[in-house]
């Protein structure tokens, strides 16, 4: 896992996953299940999903041939 501090404030954690290593089919399916771990967690909120890849179409932003429907949705959360 991956940790950036963002704005000299804010925290981001990533980590990438190669296909071979996980059973999920689809952007989808990676939502479901982290957004069902933080409403699990006693002392996290849900709070939304944004879908980055219709926001930038909405704007008539630009967007790389190789993105599609798989890289268009990143869960939200709050807690410890």
Known sequence: MKHVLL?????VFTLDIPKAETSFKNTDEVIEY?????EAHPTSS?????DHLNHIKAQNGEIDSQCD???????FHCGQ
């Open 7 to 11: 704005k000299d404030k804010f925290f």
């Open 46 to 50: 849900f709070i939304a999903v944004f």
């Open 34 to 38: 982290l957004k069902s771990k933080v």
């Open 69 to 75: 429907d798989r890289f268009r949705a990143a869960p």
